[in-house]
């Protein structure tokens, strides 16, 4: 069984950065692809960046490009996603989920496995 807990989530103000972690655990986490998507007050959950098992490949949706970047240590089982250039709009619940899926995969419910969220506030 896999298990994600997500960590590094809090209050900071627009124009700042903020390095979100997903500790895996269970033995076949190694092999899933992980991806970070967020949740609004009001709002969908959406996808925003995904890494494969390996961590050599990335993929991010545009709204995110430039300024998130997914990271893999498979070593440590950790996934990170660092934001920079934060703007009150990126405030929302952050969720790590893990798959065997392909790592352009953006629909939620085809992720297997599901952290409980981290938030994240941005204040103007």
């Known amino acids: 069984q896999v298990q994600l807990v997500e960590s590094g989530g809090g209050l900071v103000q627009a124009g700042g950065s903020l390095t979100l972690s997903c500790a895996g655990s269970?033995?076949?986490?190694?092999?899933?692809?992980v991806a970070w998507f967020r949740q609004a007050p009001g709002k969908e959950r959406e996808f925003a960046a995904a890494?494969?098992?390996?961590?050599?490949?990335?993929y991010y949706t545009d709204s995110v490009k430039g300024r998130f970047t997914i990271s893999r240590d498979t070593a440590k089982n950790m996934v990170y996603l660092q934001i920079n250039s934060l703007k009150p709009e990126d405030t929302a619940t952050y969720y790590c989920?893990?798959?065997?899926?392909?790592?352009?995969?953006?629909?939620?419910?085809?992720?297997?496995?599901w952290g409980r969220g981290t938030q994240v506030t941005v204040a103007s």
């Open positions: 989920a893990a798959g065997s899926v392909i790592m352009t995969e953006v629909t939620a419910r085809r992720y297997d496995y």
């Open positions: 269970g033995r076949t986490f190694i092999r899933l692809a």
């Open positions: 890494i494969n098992w390996s961590g050599y490949s990335t």
